[in-house]
């Protein structure tokens, strides 16, 4: 949402067509979803402080460079070859799509998620709700607040402006007041807070084992909930990306599919603060349906465009998917699989992320340019979303199988 106000003045800048900058993307944002795994496995080793100074950093330095892109392109190459300058400036903003994807949505996101599921345990899901709910707006109000951005300060003094709080603050906050787990402090999970003695305990919240990565995706669940949460960046990412041209292929008004964002994200607060509860209280699957449900709600809504009750019903949707995704992602591998390498396995979840979201986009493309529509790409959604639906029923936390063995051996 972010890099698509930006779109358009890149391609003027670089004078490359509209498909060029779209594929720069996916391949920037493929290569970066490949290399994120690995970062979850760096977090493991050197700590989620050092993560997010790094990513701080780096994220800085990306935006610094797509700022300079054309600049950088030209210095690279002041030939007369039109067909090498044209591919020089295509790998020069793939570079910079990369550095974007892999430090900002990649290594920054994940070292922020890991650092709330290894200082909360019984609190877990409260606080990645209210973390959602920021992100729910947060991403929201990221088209508009950039544009303004853009309006004052030019594009290259908005992503200039918006590096130097990555690369300055953020780097000096987080290596200041980050700590990659609370014993290392001296303190414990929760603020050392218990269950009140004779209180309802959710056995979900029972950590029997730590898994190895390689051990959790081996797992059944492991791959109902990265697939759920893949989904999500893949048709939310294409649908957004080609947000105009979908408006105008289901013949609905552009102010309409613009101004769906903010009613879904304030619908999301409630949602987020709901599914929190219930990661808290009750087995995580009962959470993932809600998501689902959300997931399916969106598609099916635009299915039912231009109509106002199927807009209303995709609003509907995108609340309650995005209110669910961030508690949900925020709490289920450390919940299901433990702290121990929390980095490799939430890491291998990013990079599916990372790459479903870089596909959402050509898939939209495709159904558009080959099959008449975009309405083939939403139907997809549908049948996604309800075959995770049925998954998710069978999907427990394998720590409940352990802690069942670990009762009858006794």
Same mark, same amino acid.
């Given at each position: 949402?972010?890099?698509?106000?930006?779109?358009?003045?890149?391609?003027?800048?670089?004078?490359?067509?509209? /498909? $060029?900058?779209?594929?720069?993307?996916?391949?920037? /944002?493929?290569?970066?979803?490949?290399?994120?795994?690995?970062?979850?496995?760096?977090?493991?080793?050197?700590?989620?402080?050092?993560?997010?100074?790094?990513?701080?950093? =780096? $994220?800085?330095?990306?935006?610094?460079?797509?700022?300079?892109?054309?600049?950088?392109?030209?210095?690279?190459?002041?030939?007369?070859?039109?067909?090498?300058?044209?591919?020089?400036?295509?790998?020069?903003?793939?570079?910079?799509?990369?550095?974007?994807?892999?430090?900002?949505?990649?290594?920054?996101? +994940?070292?922020?998620?890991?650092?709330?599921?290894?200082?909360?345990?019984?609190?877990?899901?409260?606080?990645?709700?209210?973390?959602?709910?920021?992100?729910?707006?947060?991403?929201?109000?990221?088209?508009?607040?950039?544009?303004?951005?853009?309006?004052?300060?030019?594009?290259?003094?908005?992503?200039?402006?918006?590096?130097?709080?990555?690369?300055?603050?953020?780097?000096?906050?987080?290596?200041?007041?980050?700590? *990659?787990?609370?014993?290392?402090?001296?303190?414990?999970?929760?603020?050392?807070? /218990?269950?009140?003695?004779?209180?309802?305990?959710?056995?979900?919240?029972?950590?029997?084992?730590?898994?190895?990565?390689?051990?959790?995706?081996?797992?059944?669940?492991?791959?109902?909930?990265?697939?759920?949460?893949? +989904?999500?960046?893949?048709?939310?990412?294409?649908?957004?990306?080609?947000?105009?041209?979908?408006?105008? *292929?289901?013949?609905?008004?552009?102010?309409?599919?613009?101004?769906?964002?903010?009613?879904?994200?304030?619908?999301?607060?409630?949602?987020?603060?709901?599914? @929190?509860?219930?990661? *808290?209280?009750?087995?995580?699957?009962?959470?993932?349906?809600?998501?689902?449900?959300?997931?399916?709600?969106?598609?099916?809504?635009?299915?039912?465009?231009?109509?106002?009750?199927?807009?209303?019903?995709?609003?509907?949707?995108?609340?309650?998917? @995005?209110?669910?995704?961030?508690?949900?992602?925020?709490?289920?591998?450390?919940?299901?699989?433990?702290?121990?390498?929390?980095?490799?396995?939430?890491?291998?979840?990013?990079?599916?992320?990372?790459?479903?979201?870089?596909?959402?986009?050509?898939?939209?493309?495709?159904?558009?340019?080959?099959? =008449?529509?975009?309405?083939?790409?939403?139907?997809?959604?549908?049948?996604?979303?309800?075959?995770?639906?049925?998954? @998710?029923?069978?999907?427990?936390?394998?720590?409940?199988?352990?802690?069942?063995?670990? /009762?009858?051996?006794?």
């Amino acid at each position: 949402m972010g890099v698509s106000v930006f779109t358009d003045h890149l391609i003027a800048s670089l004078s490359i067509s509209r /498909t $060029m900058m779209g594929v720069a993307y996916l391949l920037g /944002t493929i290569c970066s979803g490949f290399l994120v795994s690995w970062m979850g496995r760096w977090l493991d080793r050197h700590g989620l402080r050092q993560g997010t100074v790094v990513s701080g950093l =780096g $994220m800085g330095a990306a935006l610094v460079f797509l700022s300079q892109v054309d600049r950088v392109a030209n210095f690279m190459y002041a030939g007369e070859s039109q067909g090498l300058e044209i591919a020089i400036k295509f790998v020069v903003v793939t570079g910079g799509f990369f550095l974007l994807r892999f430090f900002g949505q990649g290594l920054m996101t +994940l070292a922020s998620r890991n650092m709330i599921a290894k200082w909360f345990d019984l609190y877990r899901g409260r606080v990645t709700a209210i973390s959602g709910i920021i992100a729910s707006f947060a991403f929201s109000s990221a088209p508009w607040g950039l544009e303004r951005l853009i309006h004052y300060l030019g594009w290259r003094g908005a992503w200039l402006l918006l590096a130097s709080i990555s690369g300055l603050f953020l780097l000096v906050f987080s290596y200041l007041l980050f700590r *990659d787990n609370p014993e290392e402090c001296g303190l414990k999970v929760d603020a050392g807070r /218990t269950a009140k003695e004779g209180a309802r305990v959710n056995k979900d919240n029972l950590v029997v084992r730590e898994f190895t990565k390689r051990e959790a995706i081996r797992t059944y669940s492991f791959w109902v909930y990265n697939l759920a949460i893949s +989904l999500q960046g893949f048709f939310i990412t294409g649908y957004t990306f080609h947000l105009i041209s979908i408006a105008d *292929d289901l013949e609905v008004a552009h102010s309409v599919v613009l101004g769906a964002f903010l009613p879904g994200a304030a619908i999301g607060i409630f949602v987020s603060v709901l599914v @929190g509860w219930l990661i *808290d209280w009750t087995r995580m699957k009962y959470s993932l349906g809600v998501f689902c449900i959300g997931l399916l709600l969106v598609p099916s809504g635009l299915l039912m465009a231009p109509s106002s009750f199927g807009i209303g019903i995709m609003i509907v949707g995108f609340g309650i998917a @995005g209110g669910s995704f961030a508690p949900i992602m925020g709490t289920v591998w450390a919940r299901f699989y433990g702290r121990k390498e929390l980095g490799g396995i939430s890491g291998f979840n990013m990079s599916s992320i990372v790459i479903a979201s870089a596909l959402g986009p050509t898939f939209f493309s495709l159904s558009y340019d080959y099959l =008449g529509g975009y309405r083939p790409a939403i139907s997809f959604g549908v049948l996604c979303a309800i075959g995770l639906m049925i998954a @998710g029923f069978f999907a427990e936390n394998p720590q409940r199988a352990l802690q069942q063995s670990s /009762t009858t051996d006794a």
